[in-house]
């Protein structure tokens, strides 16, 4: 049966660890409802009641536009393998692009990966666990290499470029924030 917890306790920090992928829920006032896969070693843990995650270039920025008019986000864990277990973590987050003071507080956690593109910061209410006895098994195999070697084949500048040709807008035409910042150096 699911519980409900106020924080992140050691043996969810030790599930979510232990998932190979997790998904991302956002929402504006109005508009579409973004739901994203995300992988790669890319989500820390940083307190019982907040994670981080470094999010990479993909073909749209959804949740940067959300987060900007809401901050409200939920994050879900699915255990494919071994005993079946749901965990959603449920809170209000923030984007924080290169050059911040955010940014540069948390991209030391993460590995080296080519197209990051913003640091989300999500502040944990409320964590919640269910049964996930109808998900069903799964065998990972590793991940994949194509968003690497494509963000390494655009280079910096084409990233850059990138970003504002299809990440600085929603699929409502909201804002996303990405390339307003002025980056140090």
């Not at 190979?20 to 843990?45: C, E, H, Y």
């Not at 080519?114 to 944990?124: F, K, L, W």
Request: aromatic share 8%; with cysteine; net charge negative.
């Amino acid at each position: 049966m699911g519980k409900q917890y106020d924080s992140i306790n050691d043996k969810l920090v030790d599930f979510i660890i232990r998932q190979q992928i997790f998904f991302v829920a956002t929402a504006a006032v109005d508009g579409r409802i973004n739901l994203s896969p995300k992988g790669m070693d890319s989500l820390r843990v940083v307190s019982p009641n907040q994670v981080v995650w470094l999010n990479l270039t993909g073909s749209g920025n959804e949740t940067a536009a959300h987060l900007l008019e809401s901050d409200r986000m939920t994050l879900m864990f699915c255990a494919f393998d071994a005993d079946p277990k749901i965990l959603r973590l449920y809170g209000h987050a923030a984007v924080h692009h290169e050059g911040s003071a955010e940014w540069d507080a948390h991209i030391g956690r993460f590995p080296s990966l080519p197209g990051a593109r913003q640091i989300v910061v999500m502040d944990v209410d409320l964590a919640q666990t269910s049964c996930g006895f109808g998900v069903p098994l799964f065998e990972y195999q590793g991940d994949r290499d194509t968003l690497k070697e494509w963000a390494n084949k655009k280079g910096e500048e084409g990233i850059r470029e990138y970003w504002q040709k299809r990440n600085s807008v929603s699929l409502d035409g909201k804002p996303t924030g990405v390339g307003e910042r002025k980056v140090k150096g």
